[in-house]
């Protein structure tokens, strides 16, 4: 890793690690500064593929969220899917056949999702009362909807930033 790097994956932490510290403070736009700080582990892989400094980017700003942010719900967001997802999206679709591709996305999620619903019911609401096997569906289809959508706007961004910005990123 060089020096030009290594600040470059400085200053998108630290640009990430605001987002979320905005998404903890201000009530209503936790999600859209959680997604907005999950596209920077993206940047480095438009251009030269930097897997490495990617991986780096998303560690520190997961340990570095988990300290600062107040709302720990942003944090665990940003650990769980929006940090991690962008990097593996990006090795899903640049080694893996067109076809199973989808369906390994898909997987992910829904292994994401699996644990976070357990950590939510048996970690750290211990008292919350799961009711009804139709409603736990109709939310893992809503999420499952969702994460499609997600997953078409982060393709578009992501080919947005690779048009916009400048060759040596």
Do not use: H
Request: charged residues 10%; positive net charge.
């Amino acid at each position: 890793m060089g020096a030009r790097e290594i600040a470059r994956g400085g200053l998108l932490a630290a640009v990430a690690v605001a987002l979320l510290y905005v998404g903890g403070t201000a009530t209503y736009v936790g999600v859209a500064a959680c997604v907005a700080a999950g596209v920077t582990s993206a940047v480095p892989l438009l251009r030269r593929a930097r897997v490495r400094t990617a991986v780096m980017l998303y560690l520190t700003v997961s340990v570095l969220s988990a300290l600062l942010v107040p709302r720990k719900v942003v944090v665990a967001a940003y650990v769980l899917l929006c940090g991690l997802y962008p990097i593996v999206k990006f090795l899903i679709e640049s080694r893996v056949p067109l076809r199973a591709q989808w369906g390994l996305k898909l997987a992910y999620f829904n292994i994401v999702l699996a644990v976070a619903g357990v950590l939510a019911v048996f970690v750290f609401f211990p008292g919350m009362a799961v009711t009804g096997l139709f409603r736990i569906a109709a939310v893992w289809f809503a999420a499952n909807v969702g994460f499609f959508i997600y997953d078409v706007a982060l393709s578009r961004l992501i080919a947005l930033l690779r048009a916009s910005l400048p060759p040596d990123c």
